[in-house]
């Protein structure tokens, strides 16, 4: 019986943390995706939307890197960290679009995915260009 109480909790944490998920997306993108007129056009807007988002996160990592210019070997790390990242993000865009894995929405949901993942990471890497001078944690140089 502890079991299932566990899991009525976990289940409605994780639905808690999606409506808020739908809630804090952008008003803007999600009109412009509402408004498709079916789901060939929701896919794209979804593509898109993560294309948009993808450009941004390729912008600040060459940002990190030109910072990063004098220390190879910080470089490296960070060249690591993104090329372990990516594959990671995929993997979880995939089993979060699983349940819905043949149907036509799938392009959605998954596109979706890839958008949220990588604005977590664009927030990772504009901390990075946010650091103050003299934070030991930071790994970036202060500008």
């Not at 909790?9 to 509402?34: G, K, Q």
């Not at 896919?43 to 993808?54: S, W």
């Not at 349940?99 to 993942?117: M, N, W």
Request: proline residues 5%; hydrophobic residues 45%; aromatic residues 8%.
């Amino acid at each position: 019986m502890g079991f299932l109480v566990f899991e009525k909790i976990h289940v409605c944490a994780a639905a808690a943390a999606l409506a808020l998920l739908f809630l804090s997306a952008p008003p803007a993108r999600a009109a412009d995706c509402a408004d498709a007129p079916n789901q060939a056009a929701m896919n794209a807007c979804a593509g898109k939307a993560y294309e948009t988002v993808d450009a941004e996160l390729n912008a600040l990592y060459q940002k990190i890197r030109q910072r990063l210019a004098g220390d190879a070997e910080t470089t490296k790390l960070l060249v690591a960290a993104q090329r372990a990242w990516v594959p990671f993000r995929d993997a979880e865009c995939k089993f979060a679009a699983s349940g819905v894995s043949g149907g036509t929405i799938y392009p959605t949901i998954y596109a979706e995915c890839l958008e949220r993942l990588t604005k977590a990471r664009i927030a990772d890497f504009n901390a990075y260009l946010s650091c103050q001078e003299g934070d030991l944690s930071c790994p970036v140089p202060a500008q």
